[in-house]
């Protein structure tokens, strides 16, 4: 049902991504984070938040914090996955290149060790 409803706005507005730029305080670690449209993670430990259907779109009730889980090639930084630790939604992300590299190397070390 909430799924129909967020189609037929995306549908009514005509737009799936919605540039947005935002600022905003890393719930996960207090960073401050200056957004350029197309952050959707703190670059310090990560997090994101679970806040869009489509990217940029702010429908998202859910609200709950985007745990980084893995790391993997896909673009020519790579991708992130993260899982919402309150409703378990998987999103891919890519890594920018003001993200921690210490960080980076944890998230994929702690995904290689629970393969």
Do not use: W
């Amino acid at each position: 049902m909430r799924e129909e409803r967020y189609l037929v706005q995306i549908m009514q507005s005509g737009k799936i991504f919605q540039k947005r730029e935002e600022d905003f305080c890393c719930e996960q670690c207090g960073f401050f984070v200056v957004g350029n449209g197309y952050t959707n993670h703190c670059p310090s430990c990560l997090y994101s938040k679970h806040v869009d259907v489509f990217p940029g779109d702010r429908l998202e009730p859910c609200g709950g914090l985007m745990k980084p889980t893995a790391l993997e090639k896909g673009t020519a930084l790579g991708k992130l996955t993260h899982v919402c630790v309150k409703c378990g939604f998987v999103r891919k992300n890519r890594v920018h290149e003001a993200d921690s590299f210490e960080t980076l190397l944890a998230v994929a070390r702690k995904s290689a060790e629970q393969r």
